[in-house]
């Protein structure tokens, strides 16, 4: 084994680079030219993000937030040699701007708005069923009653009908608890 | 159109994504917004509208005109504006009241005349946009807030359809800023708002919506009939009800304006936590109380005349304040009383300094229940039964509606005051970072589970009559 002191032959983070040969330029922490943010410094890669720029907007983003698509900032360590490869082939494109960061948010509250819809159509067709039930008669209301009385039936064959109605039926017993030794109310 | 309603969740999802598709033209946007707002509104009564049209134009109008005159001729203007405003106000919401009024004070000297007495229906909102209508023009001329780019905003600003029929009273120098740009949705924008929006159903439609239909109504109806538990019941039920309903307006409201960019200012703040009344007022209808306080408290004086003069101003807005929110006797004894126990503690601080004689939890038990005795005032229709409902706290008989759910919806209203001061909002950090599909299928969920268990039908928000 190498001198442990010796920097040509152990990588910032302390791990070995034997068996490599020493007498080579030891390889840099990532097997593959820089992406962005990242600099070279000599021989040596650091991965200090760039130090944002006065003029830059003030970004309320988390950088924890979201495990999609926003490059990790600071030291992430040795990329696994596939996603070097990968980030080597197809490079991230540059830091999203302000706008770029809001279209991204719109997006992701979007998804949310558009998956919890999907949910409830599947789940609660019930209160469509019911809410087209309470409408004044008209053509209008009259066809989302026709087309709800269908949803209901053909989500009612598959099951997913049946938490809702769980939760109402033991809600419904807990509402219709008494006390004991009180008496029915006075209508 | 209510928010909980079905109806009103296909609105939202029309407008959410054609205000978003709009986002290259800011003008576009808030004109699309503008007309959205207006068809809300028409869902109630479409002849309104104009009155809203009419009410925007006379507030840009005389601000436009406080901007660009002199000095000496602006208190003039802005006397206009606030007259003008007040005018709509007092005809539509207290001519009836006081016609009634001049027509017993004259029959009580012999003088019995039919006066014109006519069938006025209220425009839903109108104290709230009248008082935002107000707020603009008065800090246009304190030079608060400049006067606005375009009719447009100033249209906007009072008919943005989040908060145009309950509130919160979002002032001029709030929006008028962000209707300068496209705003930008965050994740915690959009987080925030859609827990709120969750937060707000589930207090309205279950927690609100049952104790008024199975409790409140029928025990404020004829207090005679049941005994002193089910009628304290009833008054602790009330207290959460109209915490619940109001508040999950306020919240439904800032959650759909934040999923649209704009921020709204807070409206509740846990106010059955607060140990005195002033401190009520700082957690109750924030919005309103501080319109108060800036257009009405301060104007007459506010604290800068002395202890005496300190305490009527005070008994003047609270008066004030209690007639704001209905033409009716009993609101203006509800807001005497308010105003006289803030006077009650002035006066102690005068007296005693800031030393602290009694224990918060002494504090937050007296201010709670002075605060119920002002909701027997606010939710009885006559005297008479607040009356009787003061006198059936002392009447023993069998338990006929208190049931264990509506305890523990009771017990668990009141609980969500001793939350952490913030928790939505931790929440939201916690939520944040999570994937679309996931937070998707949280917030389906949520739903789900409200639907489940709400009652057939929404009762309108309580608020919408002031």
């Not at chain 2, 296909?10 to 707002?37: H, I």
């Not at chain 2, 006379?58 to 006397?79: K, M, Q, T, Y």
């Not at chain 2, 304040?321 to 006289?340: I, K, M, P």
């Not at chain 2, 800031?354 to 005297?383: M, N, Q, S, Y």
Request: contains cysteine; charged residues 15%.
């Amino acid at each position: 084994m190498s001198d442990p002191n010796d920097d040509d032959v152990h990588d910032p983070h302390g791990a070995p680079v034997d068996p490599f040969p020493t007498a080579f330029p030891p390889p840099p922490v990532s097997l593959f030219p820089p992406v962005l943010g990242v600099e070279t410094e000599g021989r040596r890669m650091t991965s200090d993000p760039i130090p944002p720029s006065p003029g830059d907007p003030p970004s309320d983003w988390d950088q924890g937030a979201d495990a999609h698509d926003l490059l990790p900032v600071g030291d992430p360590g040795p990329d696994h040699a596939l996603i070097a490869l990968g980030r080597f082939a197809f490079p991230p494109g540059p830091p999203l701007d302000d706008e770029g960061l809001g279209a991204r948010d719109r997006r992701w509250t979007s998804r949310i708005i558009v998956f919890a819809t999907l949910f409830l159509l599947i789940f609660n067709a019930a209160s469509i069923q019911n809410w087209s039930r309470q409408q004044p008669p008209g053509w209008g209301t009259e066809t989302v009653r026709r087309l709800s009385d269908v949803w209901a039936e053909q989500i009612a064959q598959t099951g997913a009908d049946r938490p809702r109605q769980m939760v109402h039926d033991a809600w419904r017993d807990w509402r219709d608890m008494r006390f004991q030794g009180a008496e029915p109310p006075v209508n | 159109m209510l928010f909980p309603t079905l109806a009103f969740g296909v609105f939202f999802l029309f407008v959410y994504f054609t205000a978003w598709s709009l986002d290259r033209e800011n003008g576009r946007r808030k004109l699309f917004l503008l007309l959205a707002s207006w068809f809300f509104y028409a869902q109630w009564d479409w002849r309104f509208v104009g009155l809203l049209i009419l009410s925007a134009v006379l507030n840009w109008g005389v601000a436009a005109l406080i901007a660009r005159s002199p000095a000496d001729r602006r208190g003039w203007l802005v006397g206009l504006g606030v007259a003008a405003n007040l005018l709509i106000l007092g005809f539509f919401k207290y001519y009836g009241f006081f016609v009634e009024q001049l027509s017993e004070l004259l029959s009580r000297f012999g003088w019995e005349r039919d006066l014109p007495l006519l069938q006025i229906v209220l425009p839903v909102g109108i104290s709230f946009f009248t008082f935002q209508g107000i707020s603009y023009v008065v800090d246009v001329h304190r030079g608060k807030t400049p006067a606005a780019r375009s009719l447009l905003d100033v249209m906007l600003l009072m008919s943005f359809f989040p908060h145009l029929v309950a509130g919160p009273i979002v002032r001029a120098s709030d929006l008028l800023p962000q209707f300068d740009r496209v705003p930008r949705l965050t994740r915690e924008m959009a987080t925030h708002g859609l827990l709120l929006i969750v937060w707000g159903l589930f207090k309205k439609t279950i927690v609100a919506s049952e104790l008024a239909t199975r409790l409140v109504d029928p025990v404020f109806f004829d207090p005679s009939a049941y005994s002193s538990i089910d009628i304290a019941a009833a008054v602790y039920g009330y207290a959460v009800q109209i915490y619940c309903d109001f508040s999950a307006y306020s919240d439904m409201a800032i959650g759909i304006a934040a999923l649209l960019g704009y921020a709204f200012p807070r409206n509740f703040d846990q106010p059955y936590r607060a140990s005195s009344m002033q401190s009520f007022w700082r957690r109750w209808h924030i919005s309103l109380s501080s319109w108060l306080r800036d257009y009405l408290y301060v104007p007459l004086g506010g604290g800068r005349n002395g202890l005496f003069a300190s305490c009527v101003n005070v008994m003047i807005t609270m008066l004030l304040g209690g007639l704001w929110h209905g033409a009716a006797w009993t609101f203006v004894a509800w807001g005497a009383l308010h105003g006289g126990a803030q006077v009650i503690e002035r006066l102690g601080r005068a007296a005693l300094g800031d030393r602290k004689i009694i224990p918060t939890v002494v504090g937050v038990l007296i201010t709670f229940h002075i605060v119920c005795l002002g909701w027997i005032l606010f939710r009885a229709e006559t005297f008479g039964l607040a009356v009787a409902m003061l006198q059936g706290l002392g009447r023993m008989g069998p338990v006929m509606m208190l049931t264990p759910f509506l305890l523990t919806l009771i017990i668990g209203g009141l609980a969500m005051h001793w939350l952490p001061p913030r928790a939505v909002e931790s929440l939201t950090l916690k939520l944040k970072p999570a994937p679309s599909i996931t937070m998707g299928v949280l917030i389906g969920l949520a739903i789900l589970l409200i639907s489940a268990v709400r009652p057939d039908g929404v009762a309108p928000f309580i608020y919408f009559q002031f």
